[in-house]
């Protein structure tokens, strides 16, 4: 297998770097030595995302970057992707005999990283979830019944899949410019989006609304840090009331800790590293 360059040149002195690592789920970019640390971009993201997390964590650590099949150019597969990917991904932490690692998902990677340590309690030390929620088709109405989610992902899923090109494009750079403040990580998120598999990020996009894992939460054992953002609501309800909804959707699993960020969109490692970098350092310690 050919070796790769490291996700973050300018910190390849501080790194051993490892062989790519080809799962027909996920792609896995291997980086340094140490105790592990998995990580897992979010919705059409490339495990690019993570390359500033990468040089803050990971001089002692061997770091897992992930990138979903069918995102940000990586072949698609057929069948329910999230399954697959919690699947596999438990198989590739005891195949490569990674004991229980630390796993940070952002967005759709936190939905898998949650579901993976509700899954798989045993399997995960510490959990960092970031701007992700147990049950994203719940967040104005609490009480929403499990038909009414899948009906609500169906209606988004079809949509997406029937935009034309030019539409579905458009569409994808309007969500990101509330996502991410800055024009330069605006484009680099949107080419993601465009590089990426439509059926596949349809089918991903009907999994993270259908499903409501606010009870299965209570099943993680792993201490877990939530890193929430609001600023890109601010004009339709106040701060408080967003960290409400965090808090109640986490209400079920023992001893979170929800911090929420005062200046950042959705891509937090974009929009205020210090702040994500600071927090996780303090969890970590």
Not at 16 to 27: E, I
Not at 56 to 76: E, I
Request: glycine share 8%; proline share 5%; hydrophobic share 45%.
């Amino acid at each position: 297998m050919k070796r790769y360059r490291s996700i973050a040149a300018v910190a390849a002195a501080l790194f051993a770097t490892l062989p790519a690592h080809a799962v027909s789920a996920f792609k896995a970019d291997v980086t340094g030595s140490g105790p592990a640390v998995i990580l897992i971009p979010g919705l059409a993201s490339s495990g690019e995302v993570w390359q500033g997390t990468v040089r803050h964590l990971c001089g002692p650590r061997q770091c897992h970057v992930l990138t979903l099949a069918g995102f940000a150019g990586q072949p698609a597969i057929e069948g329910e992707l999230l399954p697959q990917v919690e699947r596999q991904l438990a198989d590739y932490i005891a195949t490569n005999k990674l004991g229980k690692p630390l796993v940070i998902g952002h967005s759709l990677g936190g939905f898998v990283a949650m579901k993976l340590a509700a899954s798989h309690p045993d399997l995960v030390s510490k959990l960092v979830i970031v701007d992700a929620l147990p049950a994203l088709g719940a967040t104005q109405v609490p009480g929403i019944t499990a038909d009414q989610l899948q009906q609500m992902a169906s209606a988004t899923r079809e949509r997406m899949l029937a935009s034309d090109d030019t539409s579905y494009a458009a569409s994808q750079r309007r969500a990101v410019m509330t996502m991410a403040s800055k024009p330069e990580d605006v484009d680099r998120i949107a080419g993601w989006g465009q590089r990426s598999d439509r059926k596949a990020v349809a089918g991903a996009m009907y999994a993270l609304m259908a499903e409501d894992l606010r009870n299965e939460v209570a099943r993680i054992k792993a201490p877990t840090l939530v890193l929430g953002t609001w600023v890109a609501y601010k004009d339709y309800a106040p701060r408080g009331a967003i960290e409400q909804v965090y808090k109640a959707q986490y209400a079920r699993l023992p001893g979170v800790r929800v911090e929420m960020a005062d200046t950042a969109r959705h891509f937090i490692m974009y929009d205020d590293p210090a702040w994500m970098y600071d927090r996780i350092d303090q969890f970590l310690k």
